[in-house]
């Protein structure tokens, strides 16, 4: 258990839809880095937070946002969804920014229809 | 884009050392390399990282060539739980971002 918690586990929804996708990162951990696993492009980064603030961003469509809140949770929003966006959605933390090791959660598999 | 070539898949008996090897031709001097585990859609697990230097932990051992073009992760005595891919990464220092090529399937035989 790497102290990282993701809600839901499974998500299934249509075509057009809007999800949000929930972290918690471990305690005391102030960074939070969202990836998504698909089976065609494997483990992608999408973007980071650091204490409320993004950090950096990668191959995050426009269509997804996220945010970090003051209590240092983190949410992931992908709205108009397309089939192609069914993946597994990892979430992970570290304590600071720039870290050598990042603890991932169980994520979030999303199942569009 | 992935900066490391990795076997698609490699077998290794139950209680033998597990050695997956890693290409990285193309490292800059700032650049480490990292290894991390994902179990079966499980969230990757980091195992270790290193410069120049061999690093070993609990966990696993890393062996990088003095050109610092290829490196291998030892596992000394793999047991059914180790059975994963194995992803190697080069990576600036603590760089926020991990970008995982396909790594490396790992089945261990009892």
């Known amino acids: 258990d790497s102290g990282v918690t993701q809600t839901p586990k499974h998500l299934i929804t249509a075509t057009g839809q809007r999800v949000t996708l929930r972290c918690s990162p471990r305690?005391?951990?102030?960074?939070v880095y969202w990836y998504q696993q698909s089976l065609d492009q494997g483990l992608q980064f999408l973007i980071q937070?650091?204490?409320?603030?993004?950090?950096a961003k990668g191959n995050i469509l426009e269509r997804f946002s996220a945010q970090q809140f003051p209590d240092l949770h983190s949410e992931l929003n992908l709205s108009s969804l397309e089939l192609g966006d069914s993946a597994l959605y990892f979430c992970?933390?570290?304590?600071?920014?720039?870290?050598?090791?990042?603890?991932f959660g169980p994520g979030t598999r999303l199942t569009v229809l | 884009d992935a900066k490391t070539t990795q076997p698609p898949s490699m077998d290794c008996a139950e209680g033998r050392a597990a050695n997956l090897p890693c290409n990285h031709s193309?490292?800059?001097?700032?650049?480490?390399v990292y290894w991390y585990r994902q179990i079966h859609s499980q969230g990757p697990q980091y195992i270790i990282h290193?410069?120049?230097n061999n690093e070993t932990n609990e966990m696993a051992s890393l062996i990088i060539t003095e050109d610092r073009k290829s490196s291998t992760l030892i596992l000394p005595h793999a047991t059914l739980r180790d059975t994963a891919v194995y992803y190697c990464?080069?990576?600036?220092?603590?760089?926020?971002?991990?970008?995982f090529g396909k790594g490396t399937r790992l089945h261990i035989l009892p």
């Open positions: 937070y650091y204490n409320g603030e993004e950090r």
């Open positions: 305690s005391g951990d102030l960074s």
């Open positions: 992970a933390s570290s304590v600071v920014a720039s870290s050598n090791e990042q603890f």
């Open positions: 990464i080069v990576r600036v220092f603590r760089d926020d971002k991990i970008i």
């Open positions: 193309t490292i800059s001097g700032n650049e480490y």
């Open positions: 290193g410069l120049k």
